[in-house]
């Protein structure tokens, strides 16, 4: 199996604080993989130098291959991101952001479709001609993963995607990132611990930049004996700490 | 021009024509001010000489006045994208600097061209109730002779919006629009002033525009009051816009690091 992400000693370092710190993994394609850690682990700091927002002070990262330093354009073309805070056009209706976004990423003849597909995929149907300012924050969240995955990358960075969702919306949120991961690989972070438990294949927690601990759920609660994420999670975070 | 760049156009445009503030400059603003004017011209003596708010010579005055701002317009739309995650998210996906200069710079243009056709529709009608003359050909020549400066000021609001946050962007684009109708002799004659007033003046590509929008409009196309006038507006105007892309992508590449 490929893997699609692989890091070597990946590190960034802002002025007193190293907020990545050595990063080596490898993500395998095809997976929905959750990366958990408490405020400031640098999950955020992660993603963002895997998607070519942030240079790495030190190490390398490749998607499918290609140096996010060296081939930064191919790497865009593989990636698709939603950010932790939503990002939308606020005077653009929904359509015309999915539009506006696929038009970034596809040819022409292929817009109308996948803007179709993501208007379903996202059940934005009924909302389709409201203005992105004038939606409900969940809404606004749905819409920006929908920008995110309207270019068809391989690989997508979802950071908190759920965050301020009511529990039904996430319920639906989650059957619907659930949906997309036949088409690509997804690394996800979150404090929902019920959130990874449900969706992800594999699960890295991360303590001060670093890689506590990596594992399928059975595996982390194998190696602390702990049932449960939130247990497993708790353990992990206290012993790296302490 | 990329099709990326005019997806951007596109967007930009968009958002712009649903933003009140677009209308507020494009159309209440320079017919205000041609009113405005005009009633201050008709409060001159006769006598005085004084033919600076005269319509025919301050239908250019005010296309260029209202092209500072256009240039205000251009860097709030940027500091707009700017201090939100829609930047960001773009900064992450295949589009290039030049992508997005392109893309903030010409529907500012197409702004600042209906503003000057509907100041230029208004002076015409000024001039119609005033009893002045005010001919067609020349504010026709005149709406695509500013267009130079126009992107001379939309380059200089892009630099004040890309370096600046939402809030000193628009305190320095006033000193700007302060500065620039002051010496760029909208409100004055500066030919006629004369001594150290004059030259200061003489060294600002304000002045130029000024001069330039106002003999378009008289069909003018002498060497001194028009043609030399007109490479000086190119020029910076160009110097400008090199400037505008040089400092987004290095700001691209700061935020990115
Ligand atoms: N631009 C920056 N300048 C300085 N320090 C930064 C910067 N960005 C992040 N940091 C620091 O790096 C560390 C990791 O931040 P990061 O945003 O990656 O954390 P996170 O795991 O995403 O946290 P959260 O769960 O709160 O989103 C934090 O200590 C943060 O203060
Ligand atoms: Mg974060």
Known sequence: MENVIVTNGLTKCYKEKT??????????????????????????????????????????????????????????RLVGISTQDTAVAENLTVRENLEFMAGIYLEKDRIAAAVETAIDAFSLREYEKKPAKTLSGGWKRKLSIAMAIIGEPKVLFLDEPTLGLDVLARRELWREIEGLKDRMSIILTTHYMEEAEALADRIFVMINGRVAAEGTLDELEE???????????????????R | MTYRALNFTKRNLKEMSRDSLSYIFCVAFPIVMLVIMSIVNSSIPKESGMTIFRIDNLAGG????????????????????????????????????????????????????????????????????????????????????????????????????????EKSAPGLCSIIISLGSFLGGIWFDVDRTGGAMEKICRCTPFYYATKVARAAIHLDLGKETFLFPMLIVLGTAAVMTFLACFVFGKRMRADLS
Do not use: W
């Open chain 2, 62 to 165: 005010i296309a260029v006045f209202g092209q500072t701002f256009v240039m205000l317009f251009a860097a709030l739309n940027v500091t707009k994208d700017r201090s939100g995650s829609f930047l960001v998210r773009l900064f992450a996906s295949p589009m290039k600097s030049g992508d997005f200069t392109a893309g903030y710079i010409l529907p500012m243009l197409i702004v600042a061209f209906v503003q000057v056709v509907i100041s230029f529709a208004a002076a015409k009608v000024t001039a119609l109730v005033t009893g002045t003359e005010l001919e067609i050909a020349g504010l026709a020549f005149a709406a695509f002779a500013v267009l130079p400066s126009a992107l001379m000021f939309t380059s200089i609001g892009f630099i004040f919006g890309t370096l600046f946050n």
């Open chain 1, 223 to 241: 190696m602390t004996g702990k049932k449960g994420l939130e247990e497993v999670f708790v353990d992990i975070a206290e012993r790296g700490t």
């Open chain 1, 19 to 76: 907020a990545v710190d050595n990063l080596s993994i490898a993500i395998p394609e095809g997976k929905l993989v959750a990366l958990l850690g408490v405020n400031g682990a640098g999950k955020t700091t992660t993603i963002r130098m895997l998607s070519c927002l942030s240079k790495p002070t030190r190490g390398t990262a490749e998607v499918y291959g290609h140096d996010v330093i060296k081939e930064p354009d191919a790497v865009k």
